[in-house]
């Protein structure tokens, strides 16, 4: 429930139109205030650090931690300097923990006022239902995607476990290889959301035992579930793949003939193929496994 209201909202939250705050009063969280700022760091002002006119919302942490909390309380007209302290480590190494003030103008007040979810809303967004329509094909969305979520840690428990009790020599070349594959797929991740390359190798160089661990944990996963295939013959079959393709047409409304398409090489194929027999793998070992409910906090906090 709580992420059907938060999914409500955030729909809510991108068609909100920002409006003049008329009453007289403080600002309060969730206010867009209009402020003209100014830094100062050891006295001198902070090159980058002014502003005019700029539009913060108050609550988003757009700033660094306190600044928006020291315009709570200010009213339209106030002059206050906010005192601060950059945080450490900061971005600009030369800043990190150092104190800084900031000579801060409110110079007006919005608000966000947020539209109902009604039809006109939908229609907005491209979605072609009524309201409890929309609801009701949300909240199956949500679900199905919770329980993808608890299937793809059941499945990975499973194989842990698997692991665990059935372990296999790993050839040191294959684990090298797998070990590079897992820190190049790390490094296009981290530098798509900013991380510098220095970061990047200080932070392989303390993981690099997991990354190892984890590289082996899957060869020697995959090495069991191609023997536990052979032993059962749980290999995918051509049935299996149209069976596979004709689902991700219903899910996509996508044609097979399109699907096929995208799929129509000899890695994505085998991939594609690697995952149906897994699939059918896993399927077979859950029939003969003991199961147990565990709560589902439990779970998150062991994910973590």
Do not use: C
């Not at 068609?15 to 009453?23: F, G, I, N, P, S």
């Amino acid at each position: 429930d709580a992420q059907f209201e938060q999914t409500i909202n955030n729909i809510r939250q991108s068609r909100a139109k920002t409006v003049d705050v008329l009453e007289v009063r403080p600002a309060q969280i969730g206010d867009v205030a209009i402020i003209d700022f100014e830094g100062f760091v050891d006295g001198k002002a902070l090159p980058g650090g002014t502003g005019t006119d700029h539009n913060l919302e108050l609550g988003a942490k757009q700033f660094i931690e306190g600044f928006e909390e020291g315009i709570v309380g200010m009213n339209v007209g106030d002059t206050k300097t906010i005192g601060l302290n950059f945080p450490d480590p900061y971005h600009s190494a030369e800043l990190s923990g150092k104190p800084v003030e900031f000579k801060t103008i409110l110079k007006s007040l919005k608000k966000k006022v947020m539209p109902e979810l009604n039809e006109e809303l939908l229609a907005e967004i491209g979605a072609k239902q009524t309201v409890e329509e929309f609801k009701s094909s949300l909240r199956k969305d949500i679900d199905s995607t919770e329980q993808k979520r608890i299937d793809e840690a059941f499945k990975n428990r499973l194989v842990k476990k698997l692991v665990m009790e059935n372990p296999v020599q790993v050839p040191a070349s294959l684990l090298k290889e797998q070990k590079a594959a897992l820190i190049e797929d790390f490094k296009k991740r981290m530098s798509e959301q900013g991380m510098q390359e220095g970061d990047f190798a200080d932070y392989v160089q303390k993981w690099d035992g997991d990354f190892a661990k984890t590289a082996s944990e899957m060869i020697q996963s995959s090495f069991l579930i191609d023997k536990l295939a052979i032993d059962h013959n749980l290999a995918a079959t051509d049935a299996d793949m149209d069976a596979k393709f004709q689902e991700f047409a219903t899910q996509t409304g996508m044609e097979i003939a399109r699907i096929r398409e995208w799929y129509d090489s000899a890695d994505k194929l085998s991939r594609l193929s690697y995952s149906v027999t897994e699939e059918k793998v896993i399927k077979m070992i859950t029939a003969k496994a003991t199961v147990k409910e565990v709560d589902a906090k439990l779970l998150k906090e062991e994910q973590n």
